[in-house]
């Protein structure tokens, strides 16, 4: 059964190689992600993930992956198992993700589900109903979702800046802090992809998932940083 759930952003800087070092905001989102999942790591060694991008499906520790795409050929397996020689060049950017932050916390392995970022509120919701089934038993299982919200925030931003974003992932963190499943439900498809926000979708699944889980949740500790003009939601939470 589901008994912790992380909740992190997925930017590729986190990965020391990709920016050479020395970058204090990628240093400072990297610090961020491992000390939220370090416990959670430790805490439940079985992990499934969920993010959004191209290629949805499921993919299990036999896999490996590069980030080559991002300009450095730093390999990744999201088991102890994966033979990196056969890195697919082309694993969706949650899946890298998972399988880095698996090394950096010394989880033995991570299967990764990848939705489409435009699925439907529905479909979300029984993505995640499913999810719940395939974890349902008494061993304890992890729920890692991986997201960012809007990019539009101030003159940092990828795209053009957009006064809507404040008030978008002001209502995220506000249900990352209080475990609020009706409130990421209520999260505008429509309004998501026009502030960047790839993270709709995985939250919506997160809130499917617990729904079908049955449990009162709790959030543990929560908090959103934006420093380049993108907003990352962090947050743990734990059954109530």
């Known amino acids: 059964m589901i008994r912790r759930v992380a909740v992190l952003p997925h ?31 430790a805490a439940v060694p079985r992990w499934v993930a969920v993010g959004a991008g191209e290629r949805p499906g499921r993919y299990g520790p036999e896999v490996a992956g590069t980030f080559r795409g991002f300009g450095v050929d730093v390999r990744v397996g999201l088991g102890a198992q994966a033979d990196l020689a056969f890195a697919d060049p082309l694993l969706p950017l949650p899946a890298l993700i998972a399988a880095w932050l698996r090394g950096a916390v010394g989880t033995p392995e991570i299967t990764v589900h990848v939705v489409p970022a435009d699925l439907p509120p529905a479909e979300c919701a029984a993505a995640g109903t499913r999810i719940a089934e395939e974890l349902a038993g008494a061993d304890p299982v992890g729920l890692l979702v991986l997201g960012d919200g809007a990019h539009r925030h101030g003159e940092r931003s990828v795209g053009r800046p957009d006064d809507r974003c404040a008030d978008f992932d002001a209502a995220i963190a506000s249900a990352m802090a209080t475990a609020d499943l009706d409130a990421l439900d209520r999260l505008d498809p429509t309004l998501a992809a026009e502030l960047g926000a790839v993270g709709r979708a995985p939250w919506q699944v997160l809130a499917g998932a617990l729904r ?29």
């Open 212 to 240: 079908a889980d049955g449990h009162p949740w709790r959030a543990v500790e929560s908090h959103l940083s934006i420093p380049l003009g993108v907003a990352y939601h962090f947050a743990t939470w734990e059954p109530a």
């Open 11 to 41: 930017p590729p800087l986190i990965v020391p190689e990709l920016t050479g070092g020395g970058d204090r905001d990628a240093d400072a989102v990297r610090a961020e992600c491992l000390a939220v999942l370090a416990p959670f790591a």
